[in-house]
């Protein structure tokens, strides 16, 4: 049975750092390309980045309202990933979800059930 | 940067009604990498369709996909109790990935 479940989510000051993680399991995570998604409440979806497989070369892309604040990583050998948040704003307060997104040519998608973090002073 | 931008906002129907969703992007959407998820209040995304036309996993036939380019389409061919929720249409061809912003399928 496949698991996705986020941790690290809480409440923070703006400016201040959070690291969520993500535990991965029913599936081979060292091939997978996974993605961080977040949405802001009574809002939609917004895609944070992505970290591709290591044997893909386990490099990262970044949404632009994201970029140079949040740092994706991961660690094959404890089937985690991570998004390392910094400098935080008001307007990330968001729900994140860890998600596998697309899976083709299976047709199918994991995700979490997604870590609130609220940004406020 | 690919901008999806989804049409109505909100549909207000029956249940065994028809619903047609609309997602026009800002510029081609590579080999057709759109897809279609629904998400309900509480609940982490669903996938849907896959490559514009492709069924998920487990996803019952009276969801379809279609279009290619930039202009694609969800119809879900009678609605069931269980479809009204939020459904968005994303394309992952190229980066930044981006959802479109959502339409909101309601019991009339």
């Known amino acids: 049975e496949v698991q996705v479940v986020e941790s690290g989510g809480g409440l923070v000051k703006p400016g201040g750092s959070l690291r969520l993680s993500c535990a991965a399991s029913?599936?081979?995570?060292?091939?997978?390309?996974m993605h961080w998604v977040r949405q802001a409440p009574g809002k939609g979806l917004e895609w944070v980045g992505r970290?591709?497989?290591?044997?893909?070369?386990?490099?990262?892309e970044y949404a632009a309202p994201v970029k140079g604040r949040f740092t994706i990583s991961r660690d094959d050998s404890k089937n985690t990933l991570y998004l390392q948040m910094n400098s935080l704003r008001t307007d990330d307060t968001a729900v994140y979800y860890c998600?596998?997104?697309?899976?083709?040519?299976?047709?199918?998608?994991?995700w979490g059930q997604g870590t609130l973090v609220t940004v406020s002073a | 940067e690919i901008v999806l931008t989804q049409s109505p906002g909100t549909l207000s129907l029956s249940p065994g009604e028809r619903a047609t969703l609309s997602c026009r992007a800002s510029?081609?959407?590579?080999?057709?990498?759109l897809a279609w998820f629904q998400q309900k209040p509480g609940q982490a995304p669903r996938l849907l369709i896959f490559?514009?036309?492709s069924r998920a996993t487990g996803i019952p036939d009276r969801f379809s996909g279609s279009g290619s380019g930039t202009d694609f389409t969800l119809t879900i061919s009678r609605l069931e109790p269980e479809d009204f929720a939020v459904y968005y249409c994303?394309?992952?061809?190229?980066?930044?990935?981006?959802f479109g912003g959502g339409t909101k399928v309601e019991i009339k």
């Open positions: 994303q394309q992952y061809g190229s980066s930044p990935l981006t």
């Open positions: 510029q081609s959407v590579s080999s057709s990498y």
């Open positions: 490559g514009a036309s």
């Open positions: 029913g599936f081979t995570f060292s091939n997978a390309w």
């Open positions: 970290i591709k497989s290591t044997t893909d070369g386990g490099t990262t």
């Open positions: 998600t596998r997104l697309v899976i083709v040519p299976a047709g199918t998608s994991y």
